[in-house]
């Protein structure tokens, strides 16, 4: 080993002519090079003495060492940038299924507050638990319909699919997936996580095959809720707490009541901008329920083709002050309450305002609206082509006092002689009308307003 004179650093002079470090030569350099001149041919001294005159010392070294400069850097350089790609595409908040863990609970359990877990497409048969941890959990692209439907989390017929139990946060998020066969998605325990972009489709369960929601509040969004049945809420159950529900599309759901949605027990979630349609209750609420002291806001959704083979095609309330505002409940059917049936809802704060309330068909009475010991407040309607084969075309009122003002009735139609083509009222109803009655009546049959 040799020490440079120009820099100081040592290397192994054997196999350096030069520093490989500043290029400077060792001593014994120019008297090899004149040494070895003395062995050339001819042909080859004259070669390089004809160009030694231009050539600065430290341009002359072996072509071989200035090769295998050129692999080291260029080796270092690659190093360097697998190093950075991996620190910035694959950090601690980024682990994918399968690649590093064969399922998605081995996955959650590994992960910590704040994780992106990424599942790349295909059937994962498990049930999964969030275990508390505010985590997102998402399919390679939540926004492809194709992606979302094939990456799917198969409960295998037993029990809940996946689980928010454990207090978790608006940080614990579920995103594009398909949620199947079991007891769909639990939210439970003063939970708050997001369940968006996810497909809920052929889960079983007595209360919320789709989603279950007790003493929550979650916020879920823009999921394809479909082909679930159960005994109280086919596509989501809301016992008790107070989500978010927006545009969501919940559609093809079955329930002994409640197929769409089942809204119960004090609980006051916001719930607009859905679609609730094509979902089929045996006994009541085809497209939601709204019962026990629950004061909903129910605002901007189409509600339409739901069928109840009782009570309230597209909605029913009972015991409850909601506010349904601003919705299209439409091609409805039930016996009663073809569009919505209200009963035992005394409470003035039940507001009915700004509806389109069209082409819904009751068997026996009330085409559009049915109520029985009620008092809502129905304002700035358009009840319009509604239709009952007995009683109250549009409005059916027994043993209730409600305010109706502003509406618009149109085309409506009882078929019983004295059926009110607009409004039925029984004798023991009190109608709150303003003076003049400012609600618009055209084309009713057999007749406008008709009061026993």
Known sequence: MVDCKSCGMSYDEKEFDICPYCGEEHEGTSADKAAAKDVLPQKDRDEELDGSEDKKPDQIQPA????????????????????IFTLFSFGDASVTVPDKYATIQEALDAAEDGDVIVVQIGVYRESIDFKGKNITLQSVDPNDPAVVSETIIDGGGSGTVVSFRSGETEGAVLSGFTITRGSGVLVS?????????CIIEDNTAEFGAGIAVFDSSPTIRENLITGN?????????IEESSPLVHDNTITGNRAEMGSGMVIISNSSPTVNDNLIADNTAARLGGGIVVAVNSTPVIRENVITGNRAERNGGGLLIEESE????????????????????????????????????????????????????????????????????????AVAVYNSSPVIVLNL???????????????????????????????????????DLFQE
């Open 64 to 83: 071989g060492n200035k090769l295998k400069y050129v692999i080291i850097g260029v080796v270092a350089l690659a190093v360097i940038a697998a190093i």
């Open 189 to 197: 325990g003063g939970s708050s996580p997001v369940i968006e972009k």
């Open 322 to 393: 909601p506010v349904v505002e601003n919705n299209n409940i439409s091609r409805n059917r039930a016996a009663n309450g073809g569009g919505i049936f209200i009963v035992n809802s005394l409470h003035t704060d039940l507001v009915i305002k700004g509806n389109n309330i069209a082409d819904n068909l009751a068997y026996i009475a009330g085409g559009g609206l049915y109520m029985e010991g009620s008092s809502p407040t129905v304002e700035e309607n358009e009840f319009i082509n509604n239709i009952s084969e007995f009683l109250g075309g």
């Open 229 to 237: 049945s159960g005994f109280l809420g086919g596509g989501m159950f």
């Open 409 to 447: 009735f149109e085309n409506n139609q009882a078929q019983d002689v004295s059926g009110g083509g607009a409004i039925w009222a029984s004798a023991d109803s009190s109608l709150v009308l303003n003076d003049p009655d400012d609600n618009r009546y055209l084309q009713n049959i057999p007749d």
